[in-house]
């Protein structure tokens, strides 16, 4: 909308650059270029996206907290493939208590995985482990 703008009210014998700020520039050129990185890691995180969704699909359920920093690095290992992993938070924003689905499932420790057959693994899990006890295939 802003380089519309730009466009609209200059001149036919303007030069296109002449009104833009260096700054702008830079911003532009930023933005595109994080768009460009995001769009790349997208692609390769994909390649995931089928393990996620069989992992899904075995009726895995991963347990966390957004405190936590080991869910955080078996987050990353999904990248942007986490998003199909079934995940229930255990911390109640803004206070120490721990959320009732977690009360209910027993939940002292996150991460925690809860396999279909009512086995659970706690701690950060290699891709290959989950690949293993669900018989997911990885990529």
Known sequence: MIITDIVVTMNEHQHPRSKLHPAFMALLIACMMVGLCTTAGLAESS??????KCVAEKKTTM?????????????????????????VECSVRGSRQMSFPCIAAQI???????????????????????????GCPLP
Do not use: M, N
């Open 108 to 134: 002292h420790y996150t991460p925690t995985w809860i396999f279909a057959d009512d086995e659970r693994r706690t701690g950060v899990q290699p891709l290959k482990d989950l690949s293993t006890k669900t």
């Open 47 to 52: 390649d995931l996206d089928a393990f996620a």
């Open 63 to 87: 347990y966390g907290s957004f405190l936590c920093s080991h869910c955080d690095d078996q987050k990353k290992l999904f990248g942007p493939s986490f998003r199909y992993i079934p995940y």
